[in-house]
């Protein structure tokens, strides 16, 4: 009886052993790598498609997809068959809890590189983690310019700034007041008290003036409040003719019914990377979120004629969350495109090498808009673009610049009255 | 003048929904001394339950109140039945734990069910339904929602003032052995305080969905101007709790348009400062 104990015991102890070793075996083929996004909190929709937009990069990449005709997909894994393992982390949102995620990320998962966080005020701090630890930091689609201001090393950044997208405002409405007569003179600015917020209406305000308009309303909200009622107050008793916003999620549904309550609007409403983008809640604001605009890296109309190698990546990424691809998570899934690229590049996992090649690499890039990837200082993608889109019953229409302009834009917005 | 009265109508609307969602807690805090942490995610179940009827069977929040009062009733009576009564008498911050841990597990269960998407209702009766007075515009659905809040309001202070459910209430407020000498069922009461500041947050979340989207953190804000107001107001006061809330709402609309809108929860909280430093027991305080 008691040998037979022994043997069991000894026989489960060789299990446990082979089991384990089995692992290590795998794990060294293995690249690990922290995905952190906000997945729980007030941007948890976005954070949970941008997690989605990576898995289905990471799928791509792990497996041969023959079908598909972007950068890895032939192929099965990098570095000769090395498949790459995602560790999700939630930020919540939180600067503080990005920072410490970022920490643990790399010291107790032993991640190679770090994707992430959505939210500005997230990524800063836990891109300050990785470049203090030398290891490289891909984001996807934090607006703030200032995160590619810092002169980092390992830090790099693929969608366009709000610096870029202030000008682009601006400059559009020049555009309409020339081509559509619009009479626009005054903006307003309506924006999260966030890092994000803050950073975008200062280059909002800083691009507005520089132009010569006059900006007459500044209205700065907590996220996640009860009411906009006195935001939305305020901006109808000065009544800018534009509004510059930033506000996600359900700050925007809530600020575009606040508006819809108290019967006002200005002639443009032009969005940052907010709730604008998020196809869901277009589709559930409906016919009141039409004839808001606001700057698009890609929408499922854009991709069918710009961009028509992503349907087919699309597809994997729809069976996860049940909507096509958005301006933000696109982003992500070209962030570890990118870095896979470039270590397949290198040839190595030298992580100054894989940064060096990402500097200095134009990447092939079928999911961004325009189809390069290049870096500049910074780490800010020099590719960058986004185009001007308004809402028409739930479909993103290009309408600036002229060359993607699909259809005039409705200026002045049609009043909720006459809708 | 005519923004004025827009600002001051908008801070009274504000404010009597916040008197709605508060109600409920006042009463629980009022008589059992246990600070209920999940109120705000009761408001967002409640709003979940008014959406998905709405969105599957097409009733109208205008109804479907109803439901929502009547689940929050039984979730609230049930979170006493298993959860508090069991932390009763217990270490001081037991209860408090305890629905902070339930306020948790229903954010999260329904950000894994429900996903953390912004679900709004459409096309409800009140929707874009609006009165104009000269410059100035009446949401109907804030305007029925605090109506309703007035009308509710009234209920329970009839409730708690002129019926003997209501006395055995305040008496076990007072002196739950007391009330037990005089034959009155306190666990019964406390089960019944539970569940109807529950349908109070319940009939509020019932409501809101017409002119709010729905989404798993939703109830976090309101769960926290509830306890200020019920702190504001008196633990346990009916009068108190609306004349709080109103005050909050006037003070948020008044410092939001006349200061900065950002600044209009520093100046909520600044007024609660003040009252609790003159009067810690708050404006109608037992």
């Known amino acids: 009886m008691q040998k037979r104990k022994f043997l069991s015991f000894v026989s489960l102890l060789v299990f446990v052993l082979l089991l384990s070793a089995g692992s290590a075996l795998a794990a060294e083929n293995v690249l690990k790598l922290g995905v952190l996004f906000p997945l729980t909190g007030p941007c948890a929709t976005a954070g949970q498609r941008c997690v989605a937009a990576v898995e289905t990069a990471a799928e791509v990449i792990n497996n041969k997809h023959p079908e598909l005709d972007v950068p890895l997909a032939k192929q099965e894994g990098i570095l000769k068959g090395m498949k790459i393992q995602l560790v999700v982390a939630d930020t919540q949102g939180k600067p503080d809890v990005a920072k ?5 990320l790399l010291n107790q998962e032993g991640v190679y590189a770090i994707i992430g966080s959505y939210n500005s005020s997230a990524s800063k701090p836990a891109s300050a983690v990785t470049e203090r630890a030398k290891k490289l930091f891909m984001c996807g689609c934090s607006s703030s310019a200032a995160l590619t201001e810092r002169d980092f090393k390992y830090f790099f950044r693929l969608a366009p700034t709000d610096k870029t997208e202030s000008k682009e405002f601006v400059e559009y409405i020049e555009w309409l007041n020339k081509n559509q007569k619009a009479g626009i003179k005054t903006i307003g600015l309506i924006y999260e008290n966030t890092e ?3 950073h975008a209406a200062d280059e909002g305000k800083a691009a507005a003036k520089a132009a010569g ?8 909200f907590n996220p996640g409040a009860t009411n906009l009622n006195s935001e939305v107050q305020t901006l109808k008793a000065k009544n800018p003719d534009a509004v510059f916003g930033a506000c996600l999620g359900g700050d925007y549904t809530l600020w575009v019914r606040t508006m819809k309550q108290m019967n006002w609007l200005p002639k443009v409403a032009l969005n940052y990377c907010t709730g604008y983008q998020d196809p869901k809640i277009a589709q559930q604001l409906a016919a009141d979120g039409n004839f808001f605009m606001g700057g698009t890296g890609y929408s499922p109309e854009i991709g069918a004629k710009y961009m028509k190698k992503v349907a087919a990546v699309e597809k994997i990424y729809s069976k996860k969350v049940g909507v096509p691809f958005d301006s933000d998570s696109i982003q992500e899934a070209v962030a ?3 870095l896979a690229q470039a270590i397949e590049k290198a040839g190595t996992l030298d992580v100054d090498k894989v940064a060096e090649v990402i500097r200095t690499t134009t990447f092939d890039s079928p999911l961004s808009l325009g189809g390069k990837v290049a870096f500049g ?3 800010q993608n020099m590719k960058a673009t986004s185009i001007i889109t308004q809402l028409h019953d739930g479909k993103y229409v290009p309408v600036y610049p002229p060359s993607y302009a ?7 917005m049609t009043p909720w009255d006459k809708r | 003048m005519s923004t004025l009265a827009q600002v ?3 801070g009274l609307l504000a404010g009597m929904l916040y008197a709605l969602v508060a109600a409920g807690l006042s009463l629980i805090w009022g008589v059992m001394d246990v600070i209920n942490f999940a109120h705000g995610e009761f408001l967002m179940v409640a709003m979940y339950l008014s959406y998905w009827m709405g969105f599957l069977a097409h009733v109208d929040p205008l109804f479907s109140w109803v439901a929502s009062g009547v689940f929050v009733f039984l979730l609230g009576a049930l979170t006493y039945r298993f959860l508090v009564s069991r932390c009763i008498g217990k270490a001081a911050m037991a209860p408090l734990l305890a629905t902070f841990g339930l306020s948790m597990f229903l954010k999260n269960l329904c950000l894994n069910r429900f996903s953390p998407n912004f679900r709004i209702l459409q096309s409800t009766l009140l929707e874009g339904k609006k009165i104009l007075l000269g410059n100035i515009v009446i949401g109907m659905p804030q305007l029925v929602t605090g109506i309703f809040s007035l009308l509710l309001l009234f209920a329970l202070y009839f409730l708690m003032k002129k019926t003997r459910l209501g006395w055995a209430i305040q008496a076990t407020a007072m002196d739950r052995e007391a009330a037990e000498l005089m034959g009155i069922n306190t666990d019964r009461i406390y089960l019944l305080v539970f569940g109807l500041g529950g349908a109070c947050v319940g009939i509020a979340g019932g409501l809101l969905t017409s002119y709010l989207a729905v989404h798993p953190e939703v109830g976090s804000l ?17 009068p108190g709790a609306l004349a709080a809330a109103v005050i909050i709402g006037l003070v948020e609309a008044l410092a939001g348009f006349y200061i900065a809108p950002v600044f209009k929860y520093v100046a909520v909280f600044a007024i609660y400062l003040a009252v609790i430093m003159v009067r810690p027991k708050g404006l109608f305080g037992w």
């Open chain 1, 100 to 104: 410490s995620e970022a920490e643990r």
């Open chain 1, 196 to 198: 994000f917020g803050k």
């Open chain 1, 213 to 220: 308009f006059e900006v007459v309303a500044d209205v700065a």
């Open chain 1, 336 to 338: 570890l495109f990118i």
């Open chain 1, 377 to 379: 200082p910074g780490g």
């Open chain 1, 406 to 412: 699909e259809t005039k834009a409705t200026v002045p």
């Open chain 2, 8 to 10: 001051l109508l908008d």
């Open chain 2, 222 to 238: 309101f769960g926290l101007i509830a306890f200020l107001i019920v702190a504001l107001g008196g633990f346990g006061s009916i």
